[in-house]
C-alpha cells in the first residue's frame, strides 16, 4: 500500500511541475510573438534597479514600436517628454521621434532601494 502512495505522489508531482514548466514556455512564446508582429521596434528591458542598456538611440524621424519588458521586478517606465509611458499591462506603443535631442528614460513605479537610480537615455539623431 505504501507503494503505490509513494508511486500516485510522485506521480501527481510530476505532471504538476510539467503543467507549470509548460505555462512558463507558452507565457514566454506569447512575449515573443507579440514583439515579432510589432514590426521594427525599440525595445526596453528593465530588471531590478537598471535598464538592459545605459543609452538607446534611434533615427530622427523613424517610427518604431517601443516595446517594454520587465524581466525582474515590477516596473514602469516613462520616456519624459514623448508622451510615452508603458506598463505590463500596457507595453507596446508606437511612436514616431521627430525631435531630435535627448530623452531622460525612468521607472515610474517606485520598485525599491535603488528606483532613483533607474534611469537610462535615449538619443534621437
Avoid at 34 to 45: D, P, R, T, Y
Avoid at 72 to 91: F, R, W
Avoid at 93 to 113: A, Q, R, W
Amino acid at each position: 500500500m505504501y507503494k503505490w502512495s509513494m508511486f500516485g505522489l510522485v506521480i501527481i508531482a510530476v505532471v504538476v511541475g510539467l503543467s507549470g514548466l509548460f505555462s512558463e514556455v507558452n507565457k514566454h512564446a506569447k512575449e515573443n510573438a507579440s514583439e515579432e508582429g510589432a514590426g521594427k521596434s525599440l525595445k526596453l528591458v528593465a530588471t531590478n534597479f537598471k535598464f538592459d542598456q545605459p543609452e538607446y538611440k534611434v533615427a530622427k524621424g523613424e517610427t518604431l514600436n517601443v516595446v517594454f519588458q520587465s524581466k525582474e521586478g515590477i516596473h514602469e517606465v516613462e520616456i519624459k517628454g514623448l508622451d510615452v509611458t508603458l506598463t505590463k499591462a500596457n507595453s507596446i506603443k508606437e511612436v514616431t521621434f521627430d525631435k531630435p535631442g535627448e530623452y531622460e528614460i525612468h521607472c515610474v513605479l517606485p520598485c525599491g532601494t535603488g528606483h532613483l537610480d533607474m534611469i537610462s537615455k535615449l538619443i534621437v539623431e
